[in-house]
């Protein structure tokens, strides 16, 4: 019978295992083909979905999982958040993966270190990813492998390195054409004009911009043969070249299908406005070109344009109000512009060091790191038992001090209760003989009490005074005046009451004697003595206006007029330490 348990039980987890398994290979079999069908988006989405599965999946599983979900989500333009899962996932397939999964576990790995902003460390993981690549394989990932040039590319061209872009521009080109990519193929050598423009080369760009034309009518591609020509009209209005502009720009309009029935052109493409604002100032035509240049004010990334024609409108129409106006306007606009492009962050990765040297120097900088650790583990140690006998050493005199400052006051107190038992007996001592001999006693016992005390004053010093002021701060009157003063989510400030300012100077009188007399015998108004008390606390000028309920002038002027009455001050900034100091 038992028998018999075990071998349904065992079938069942055999039944249960092969379901999670069919189960497991459907969703990467969807998936896939969602992505080869270019449904990248619904490919994510589903992948993420079953994320919760992974806990029944086998180490291996799970690494296809977190592969194929990693190029869904880049693919669909979902920026990682984290390169910690990629990190295992190239770790895993370097010990057992294939050359081409190793080469799409790095590419991914450097990307998300790309929506990290962490440019060396991607490059470093593209570098790995072609190092991967067996491109003498008729099997090779040819398809992946240019992307990574690609983005390399695009890496170098954000940091303004033009002859590196070029070089890893050729890369993609080349394994485009060997993944059998031929659109990828001509746009790569499109997007070669970004690094000539960064040389200042535009005879290259010409030329290219021909020969990518050509490619495309070749194939019957028109509209994205006349895609081709925003660059170079740039250029040719900048060379002033206007009748070579008007022919690209009608053909650009006519053909390239990106624009709509009212002559709105696609979005992100809005520059072209400025560029015919140029094209109509060029050729004088000027109501024409404030037309495209007020167009082009409309968006704001390319609004610095807009400044820079409407000021070149107005300097041919010899406008000085409105020179001046969009002179300022332009500045503005290129301040934001600059903010928004983050030139320091560029510089600073201009300036890197060659990254194909970061490996040698990681793992130098590794050895070095355990070594540091090892003495930052060894100075922490030290400075923590150093810290804890000072804490020790400090707490202990503390804590000595209060017991010395705890017997004074005892000492004080009997001293008084002493005294006034004297003053008693002297009354009855005209009369009484064992009067005489007890006031004898007292007499004796004030000698040494005045003498104690007086040696336990010299020992305290300052301390009875440090010690007064602190009690007077921890006081809950004070604290309460700080509540009331400053805003917090419970309450709204407001002024001190009467009853509250007595119950404070009835406690300054009891902590701080001294200071509370001084203020007195001062015959200050209501309004200064106020502002005395809370200067003395350390409270701000916005605190007393609000606890005083004067305004900012009334209580600038008081803090002022007692730096001057009492300590003979020309300026109320050092009058808080003065009344410290009473």
Known sequence: MRKSLFLITLGLLLLAACGGGKRYHALMHEADSLLTAGDVVTAYRLLAEADSQKTAWSRREKMDYELLKAQAQNQAYVDFQTDSVLRVVARYYDRHGTPNQRLKAHYLRGCAYRDLHEA???LLSWEDAVACADT??????????????????????????????????????HYALLARDTLNYIRGLLLRNDAYRQLGDTAAIFKNIQHVRQLYLERGLTAEAA????????????SQQFENARQMMHIFETKSGLFDQQGNIASTRELYYYLKGIYYLGINKLDSAEYWFRQTMNYQPIRVDACRGLLALYKQKNNLDSIYKYAILQEKELGTYLKQTQIAAITQAEGMYDYSRQHQIAQEQEHRANNLKLLLIILLAIVLVVALRFHWIFYKRKEEKQQLLNTYYLSLDELEKTKHEADILRHSALENEASKELLKDKEEQIEELELLVANMKEQIGETESIIRKQKLEESE?????????????????????TGEW??????????????????????LSELKQKVCILSYLGFDSSLIVILTNANKGSVSNARKSLAQELFHLNSARELNGYLREL
Request: aromatic residues 14%; proline residues 7%.
């Open 120 to 122: 060396p460390l991607a």
């Open 502 to 523: 007595d119950t404070l100077m009835e406690t300054i009188r009891s902590h701080h004697p001294n200071f509370y007399y001084f203020i007195q015998k001062q015959e």
């Open 477 to 497: 009157i004070v604290k309460l005046f700080h509540f009331i003063a400053e805003p917090h989510h419970k309450n709204v400030p407001r002024a001190a009451t």
């Open 136 to 173: 003498l394989s008729p099997d090779c990932d040819f398809a992946t492998l240019f992307r990574v040039y690609g983005q390399m590319a695009g890496t170098y061209f954000r940091q303004f390195m033009p002859e590196k872009e070029l070089a890893v521009r050729d890369k993609y080109c």
């Open 227 to 238: 895609q081709v020509f925003p660059t170079a009209i740039q250029i040719a209005l900048e």
